[in-house]
């Protein structure tokens, strides 16, 4: 395996239109899990589909390791890349029982008989559908095609996964039994996987690396912790998190990780002079006597906690959590213990 590169990928539909995907640049390092996170028509489908082969750049190009898969002017087919795919809607034979359906990839390899059989039997169990082998898609339930789906991946020993929403049609509870399963067959496979989705949720408990783009572009490539920690700009720090973002006098210094004194120190300072962007996440609020004075404006009960929306003395709005129970209305005093300066 090596590592896949996308060189100043761009990709248009139409002549003179604004590009699906504008000048994007990134190393998936080897082994790695990528999820490309963003809005629905921000252009990472159209970056799968291309690395998929099922689309041909307008521009720049797609390696693996030191071989050209694809650029302006020519590209490998998606048979010949060593590849596989996960579609949302699983994709499977209805004739075919499970076997068959997971089979098929090398029947078409030319690859028959006891060795194939091997094969198939290992990928699924791999998924914990030995059992299952025999009966056909009809008869599965959505999280069941999906793992038949993977075990079709899994059985050619692919050096690239890749998965264009494959959760979005299931429940929460199956969704998060199929993450832990993403997560087996990413360790079992150890091919480098690419995952499209909308849902930041899915991203930062799958992925090694996220990938947001907006409008065709990349934004940021981080880790799940330092995307969620430390966004670059107003659209990473909206996208990700339940954040909420302030717009307050700029400090004297250039520290980005604010603590309340600092917090506190922006606040205190003139409001004709220059503004800074300041990413607060709920988690980080807390009700307190000797904080600001803030007017809850919703509360929505979420089981283990209340999740509130305050609106401040300037009319910009916050969110906080409660144990305790609060009502509309209510004037609470709040305070910020971190904060992160876009």
């Not at 041909?56 to 302006?72: F, H, K, M, N, W």
């Not at 993403?182 to 499209?196: K, L, N, P, Q």
């Not at 506190?264 to 988690?283: F, H, I, K």
């Amino acid at each position: 395996m090596a590592k896949l590169i996308l060189n100043r990928l761009s990709k248009s539909f139409e002549t003179g239109g604004r590009p699906a995907v504008n000048d994007v640049s990134l190393t998936v390092r080897e082994g790695g899990f990528l999820a490309l996170l963003g809005p629905s028509g921000c252009g990472k489908t159209t970056v799968l589909r291309m690395i998929a082969g099922f689309e041909q750049p307008t521009d720049g190009s797609i390696l693996l390791g030191e071989r050209v898969l694809a650029d302006a002017s020519e590209m490998v087919a998606p048979e010949h890349r060593n590849m596989a795919m996960v579609f949302q809607s699983y994709a499977l034979w209805p004739h075919m029982s499970v076997a068959e359906n997971v089979g098929y990839p090398l029947k078409v390899r030319g690859i028959s008989g006891e060795k194939r059989q091997r094969k198939v039997r290992e990928s699924l169990a791999a998924v914990r559908l030995e059992s299952y082998a025999d009966r056909r898609p009809a008869d599965l339930s959505g999280g069941q095609r999906q793992r038949v789906a993977l075990a079709r991946c899994l059985v050619t020993e692919p050096d690239v996964v890749l998965l264009d929403e494959p959760l979005a049609n299931l429940d929460r509870h199956l969704r998060q039994e199929m993450e832990e399963t993403f997560r087996e067959f990413h360790a079992r496979s150890g091919a480098t996987m690419i995952y499209v989705t909308h849902d930041q949720a899915e991203a930062m408990a799958l992925a090694t690396d996220v990938a947001v783009m907006s409008e065709g572009r990349l934004l940021q490539v981080a880790t799940p912790e330092e995307i969620y920690a430390r966004p670059e700009g107003r659209l990473v720090g909206g996208l990700v998190g339940q954040g909420v973002i302030l717009s307050l006098p700029s400090p004297h210094d250039d520290n980005r990780l604010l603590d309340w004194a600092a917090f506190q120190a922006m606040l205190a300072r003139s409001g004709n002079g220059p503004t800074a962007d300041v990413l607060v996440r709920p988690q980080d609020v807390e009700v307190a006597p000797e904080g600001l004075p803030a007017n809850v404006l919703s509360v929505l009960f979420e089981g283990e906690r209340y999740a509130l929306r305050l609106a401040l003395p300037d009319g910009q709005a916050l969110r906080a959590f409660s144990r305790q129970p609060v009502k509309v209305g209510d004037q609470l005093s709040v305070v910020i213990n971190s904060a992160w300066r876009l």
